[in-house]
């Protein structure tokens, strides 16, 4: 029987147990490197009370619209390599707080996942909010019909964030989701003026942790000003700043997601 | 009928702080634990410490409680204290391990939350903190509706300078006004950070829309105050330490002290009506 998401070749989603740690960032990220390697992404942002995703590609004011299939994704440039789906979209009002208990979420999450018409994707990315309750029960279950290939878990590198990614590994094993790997973002900080490294978040936690657990390492992503103020822009980090510090640790991730896949197939 | 169990287990609390953002990873739990310990610098006042993020509990570790577990007496659920007068409750003491995932819908953690406010035996208390996960869910409508058992003196609302932090805490704000919370300020965190080599300034998380201060004007609220980045406060909460202790000279201690007076004085300023309950 198809489905809306009969023609996504891979689904993969974006966790951590942690807020504030670049699930966002790493989605988009991962959605600009995956298409400039020539894919087509899409990106299911499920966080409901806090909608990132618009945002960071310069698209907040877009409507959705329907289709016979159901709604339309909002497509980010006229190629429509990358195509997007956020409540942040559904909104009147972008400081309208979405103050909903968790059957309303649910209900949300199963229509972006049943209802929008992605259409031919190699990825779908799904971008979640931090924590282990009603909108990560929910997705899961909702996505386990389809080609789940399984979850990239952040973190930033100190012990309080480490300490929750620790609760998200378990939400993993316990749902049978597949860890792709742990991502240590904010990793270090190098001073645009003289160069010093500060490890401002501290250093290592998620290495350490990715060991710990036996999953794959993907990298360590330091932070990179050029790249906080290309999410506040809306602007491709990818294409614009391939010499700034947090490139190679993007592009590293993508990559090994990309061998990840060719593996299987 | 609930409410009134919650109101006589909280009828001895004088005031109470939420600390909110619409934003994960602000600083809401570090600002929490600082300004417990702040707060408890006054031997005479008794402060409790209320982490109601049941998914990512980060309290525990902040204040050096991680291991501890709660104990229960005639009289309901025991805090673990910190100091003699700074008692703490999370969920953490509940789990047995640090990989225990708390996997749990809206009605569950809801059934926490009232638990922590009906049985946890917090005695006279000065200043109840609540610290919340980020959002604008569960948590957080439950909290408020319990919490309307006593005086809330209002919230305390954590951001950092990014718009994609301020299009949150925006919500939040918003939030706050439909169950009409009083806000008694906005915190500005992660507001810079100065090399320590060659002391230029950077900004890491770039207010590229006017920062908190221009989202406090828009909204009328007020601006507690703005916090650099300090790589020693990330060390000290993974360490269980109080940064304001041990990094006293940080400019980023004065500017917390400043706030947690500027929340002192608000508080001060709204007196609970005396109430002789019959």
């Given at each position: 029987e198809r489905t809306n998401l009969s023609g996504v070749r891979h689904i993969l989603l974006v966790l951590s147990g942690k807020g504030g740690v670049g699930k966002s960032t790493i989605s988009t990220q991962l959605a600009l490197a995956l298409r400039h390697s020539g894919r087509r992404v899409g990106i299911m942002d499920v966080d409901l009370c806090g909608p990132s995703i618009p945002r960071m590609f310069r698209v907040q004011d877009s409507d959705v619209h329907q289709c016979d299939s159901g709604w339309v994704p909002v497509y980010v440039d006229q190629d429509k390599s990358i195509s997007l789906m956020s409540i942040g979209f559904l909104l009147e009002k972008p400081d309208d707080a979405v103050v909903w208990r968790g059957p309303k979420k649910n209900a949300l999450i199963k229509q972006f996942v049943a209802d929008v018409a992605w259409g031919d994707l190699d990825f779908l990315i799904v971008d979640t909010p931090p924590g282990t309750s009603d909108e990560h029960i929910s997705t899961v279950e909702a996505l386990r019909p389809h080609k789940l290939l399984g979850a990239v878990l952040v973190t930033t590198p100190q012990a309080v964030s480490v300490g929750d990614v620790r609760r998200e590994l378990t939400f993993c094993k316990k749902t049978g989701l597949r860890v792709l790997g742990i991502v240590e973002n904010m990793s270090g900080f190098v001073c645009p003026h003289c160069s010093e490294c500060t490890n401002i978040f501290s250093k290592g936690g998620g290495e350490e942790l990715a060991k710990h657990a036996g999953v794959p390492f993907l990298g360590c992503v330091p932070l990179d000003p050029q790249l906080s103020q290309s999410l506040e822009e809306g602007r491709d980090f990818i294409q614009d700043f391939p010499k700034s510090p947090a490139f190679p640790a993007l592009a590293g991730i993508a990559q090994q997601i990309l061998d990840g896949t060719s593996q299987q197939s | 009928a609930e409410l009134s169990e919650l109101r006589s287990r909280l009828q001895a609390v004088k005031h109470t702080v939420l600390v909110l953002s619409g934003k994960g990873g602000v600083g809401k739990s570090t600002f929490s634990a600082l300004l417990a310990h702040g707060l408890a610098a006054d031997e005479a006042k008794q402060v409790a410490l209320l982490d109601i993020d049941i998914c990512g509990p980060s309290i525990p570790k902040m204040m050096g409680l991680e291991g501890e577990q709660v104990h229960q007496s005639g009289s309901g659920w025991s805090p673990v204290y910190v100091e003699e007068n700074l008692g703490v409750m999370s969920v953490g003491f509940l789990l047995s391990s640090p990989d225990d995932a708390v996997i749990w819908r809206g009605p569950k953690k809801n059934g926490l939350i009232k638990q922590f406010l009906r049985d946890v035996d917090w005695g006279e208390v000065d200043y109840l903190i609540v610290d919340t996960p980020p959002g604008t869910s569960d948590e957080h409508l439950s909290v408020v509706q319990y919490l309307s058992a006593t005086h809330v003196d209002g919230a305390v609302i954590i951001t950092t300078p990014q718009e994609v932090a301020l299009q949150d805490v925006r919500k939040e704000i918003n939030f706050c006004h439909k169950v009409k919370l009083p806000i008694i300020g906005v915190v500005e965190n992660m507001s810079g950070f100065i090399c320590p080599k060659c002391k230029k300034e950077s900004q890491i998380f770039p207010p590229t829309t006017g920062g908190a201060e221009k989202m406090c004007?828009?909204?009328?609220?007020?601006?507690?105050?703005?916090?650099?980045?300090?790589?020693?406060?990330?060390?000290?909460?993974?360490?269980?330490?109080?940064?304001?202790?041990?990094?006293?000279?940080?400019?980023?201690?004065?500017?917390?002290?400043?706030?947690?007076?500027?929340?002192?004085?608000?508080?001060?300023?709204?007196?609970?009506?005396e109430e002789k309950i019959i």
């Open positions: - | 004007q828009n909204f009328n609220v007020s601006l507690l105050g703005k916090v650099p980045l300090d790589p020693r406060i990330g060390e000290c909460c993974d360490k269980g330490q109080s940064f304001l202790s041990e990094a006293p000279e940080s400019p980023a201690t004065s500017s917390y002290r400043d706030i947690i007076q500027r929340i002192q004085e608000y508080c001060d300023q709204h007196h609970l009506p």
